[in-house]
């Protein structure tokens, strides 16, 4: 494909989630179709100055949920470098280790806001994770929205063996920043305990969550290790609070479980209501109660395990790989004429 320079600035390197799903696992399938793209260094102060130097040529310039500063975001313009915007999380909320009633974290909110709304609308076209983004990005001036939601490599997420364990594991994945949701399916995992239903709460973190009085087990994320941990996996859990930030959320830990063939439990809230067919292919559990339905079912029904997590496998085949991502960005290059 002929129209370069086209450059791509992620939020960060491999090791975190978004950009390993929306760029990094993209990059391999757009240069077998030909697209000559050059990935600037995330932890490069001057990463944008590679760009500015290259602004006679016209290049066009994929930012991977980076809000810019007025002062960046102006010589960007001004240089005629076009702006391509991807999005995966609610920035104009509020995140759940925030708070409105904490005035640093309103200061910070608004702050958020207010950079979002100026990259959007700078922006030649924003890609967003999901309709709810989406929305927001056009009622607050951006000129071309798409969506294209977050999709894996599958090559990454084998599929786990099937086993007869002796004492399941309940488990769940993600990063410390994410952690207060857990107090959604803690009465439920505390109810499970209470009633001598044997289970193990595995979390997978850089933190550990403080629950001495339940049977949990930290596993440290690592770069090479986090694979391993989450096929140890008989179940996983996405709960999420009914807010603004998780609507925004695009369901990566939910297709994690998925893509890996195990059966999962999540909060019927934003694309977690649109991957989940409850009982067909995973379940959706809105109150305490409901978490313990579920999650007690899983753990009574093995068969029900196997074939839920068979459904949900098949779910992300058929929707949510690298290879159906990947070509809705050629098309959006192709068609814009940015690459």
Not at 37 to 60: G, I, K, M, W, Y
């Amino acid at each position: 494909m002929v129209g370069l320079p086209l450059f791509v600035l992620p939020l960060g390197d491999e090791r975190t989630a978004s950009s390993r799903a929306r760029v990094y696992a993209l990059l391999p399938h757009l240069a077998r179709a030909g697209v000559d793209f050059r990935v600037l260094n995330p932890h490069d102060p001057q990463a944008l100055a590679q760009v500015l130097a290259r602004s006679a040529e016209q290049p066009t310039l994929v930012l991977q949920k980076r809000l810019l500063d007025d002062r960046w975001l102006r010589r960007l313009r001004n240089a005629g470098i076009r702006l391509v915007f991807d999005l995966d999380d609610a920035y104009f909320a509020y995140a759940p280790n925030e708070s409105p009633a904490h005035p640093v974290h309103r200061r910070r909110v608004a702050a958020r806001r207010r950079r979002l709304v100026k990259m959007v609308q700078a922006s030649a076209v924003t890609v967003c994770g999901n309709t709810f983004l989406a929305a927001y990005a056009r009622a607050h001036g951006a000129r071309n929205v798409v969506v294209i939601p977050t999709c894996l490599d599958l090559a990454a997420y084998p599929p786990k063996e099937e086993e007869a364990p002796a004492v399941p594991v309940i488990g769940w994945i993600g990063s410390s920043t994410n952690l207060p949701y857990l107090t959604v399916v803690r009465p439920a995992l505390a109810g499970l305990h209470r009633r001598g239903i044997p289970f193990v709460f595995s979390v997978v973190c850089d933190r550990a969550p403080d629950w001495p009085d339940l049977p949990v087990r930290f596993r440290p994320w690592t770069a090479d290790g986090w694979s391993t941990a989450l096929r140890t996996f008989d179940i996983g859990v996405m709960p999420l609070f009914s807010d603004d930030w998780a609507r925004g959320k695009c369901g990566f830990k939910l297709l994690e479980y998925l893509a890996t063939g195990i059966p999962a439990v999540a909060s019927p809230v934003g694309v977690n209501g649109e991957i989940v067919r409850h009982g067909e292919n995973a379940l959706l559990a809105a109150t305490p109660k409901e978490w313990e339905t579920c999650l007690e079912r899983l753990l009574a029904e093995p068969a029900l395990r196997r074939r839920l997590g068979t459904a949900g496998r098949r779910t992300v085949e058929a929707h949510y790989t690298t290879e159906k991502a990947a070509a809705q960005w050629l098309a959006l290059l192709q068609r814009e004429g940015l690459a």
